[in-house]
């Protein structure tokens, strides 16, 4: 298993060049660890907002960068999973959002710039894991009637939306897939 701290840029092409040492080559790169916090404008921090930017913004766009030669080689893809936040406000959460709506907007660039040797796509998953500090039980289970699908996501549901975008969607790129049961089309 390779690991970075993805806040240290300079780990990152090594964390890329690890990848293709052991595996000869990089088909995709999914761009999935994020940080989560509330951040009131009151208390936010500048040491919040680095650290919300760094794993949500600023780790993907340079995992990308550095990856770009090996994808390039293999018209390889890349996926990034982004929030339905990044397209919609999250009260006490604006730094996460923000830098959410970062790699929303990262995403539709990249496809824009790496056509067509290399295709860019996000994912924004609903509710599907919940956090530990998060909706109290009521509160989620009144969400979810809400939803027109009336449940949770499993981490299932995002994994097969991952591997549609890598596997079986060669002609679709620059775009955002909701999968949130259906959340997304309420108020």
């Not at 996000?122 to 894991?129: C, D, L, T, Y």
Request: hydrophobic fraction near 50%; glycine fraction near 6%; charge should be negative.
């Amino acid at each position: 298993m390779l690991q970075a701290d993805l806040a240290d840029l300079p780990q990152l092409p090594r964390l890329i060049d690890a990848t293709l040492s052991h595996y000869g080559q990089l088909d995709a790169l999914i761009n999935n660890a994020s940080s989560f916090y509330r951040t009131p404008l009151e208390t936010a921090t500048p040491t919040q907002w680095n650290e919300l930017f760094a794993a949500n913004a600023q780790a993907p766009f340079f995992l990308a960068q550095s990856a770009l030669p090996a994808l390039r080689t293999t018209r390889g893809a890349i996926v990034n999973l982004v929030d339905i936040y990044a397209e919609r406000a999250l009260a006490q959460h604006p730094i996460y959002v923000m830098a959410k709506a970062a790699l929303a907007a990262m995403t539709r660039c990249l496809a824009l710039d790496l056509g067509p040797d290399v295709r860019v796509n996000g994912v924004a998953p609903g509710a599907v894991m919940w956090p530990s500090d998060g909706k109290s039980y009521a509160d989620q289970q009144a969400m979810l009637a809400r939803t027109p699908l009336q449940r949770a996501g499993a981490p299932e549901d995002v994994a097969s939306t991952v591997l549609w975008l890598l596997r079986d969607a060669p002609f679709v790129t620059g775009q955002i897939i909701r999968v949130d049961g259906g959340r997304s089309v309420t108020v």
